[in-house]
């Protein structure tokens, strides 16, 4: 499992999509299953804005479903293909 934490840059949005672009293609070219990434609780918009960047259309393709977990809302689990 790799492990992707968003406290230290949640103020910027470029960062914030780099970043998550960065873990997920490492993540899919080391044959990782899972990818952790830890938004934080607080508002919920950064959780909102990290759902949105999994949902564009080149980033589908890299995993099989995302799950929000239930026990934490300031956790988004990715399971790659």
Same mark, same amino acid.
């Given at each position: 499992?790799?492990?992707?934490?968003?406290? /230290? $840059?949640?103020? %910027? =949005?470029?960062? $914030? =999509?780099?970043?998550?672009?960065?873990t997920l293609f490492? !993540? !899919?070219a080391t044959g990782? =299953?899972?990818?952790? $990434? $830890? /938004?934080?609780?607080?508002?919920?918009?950064?959780?909102q804005r990290v759902?949105?960047?999994?949902?564009?259309?080149?980033?589908?393709?890299?995993?099989?479903?995302?799950?929000? =977990?239930?026990? %934490?809302?300031?956790?988004?689990?990715?399971?790659?293909?």
């Open positions: 499992m790799l492990t992707l934490d968003l406290h /230290p $840059i949640f103020r %910027n =949005d470029r960062d $914030i =999509d780099m970043a998550l672009r960065q490492k !993540a !899919a990782v =299953d899972v990818v952790q $990434i $830890i /938004p934080g609780k607080g508002t919920g918009r950064l959780k759902l949105a960047v999994l949902a564009q259309k080149h980033m589908k393709k890299l995993y099989v479903r995302v799950e929000t =977990d239930a026990t %934490n809302t300031g956790r988004v689990l990715v399971h790659l293909r």
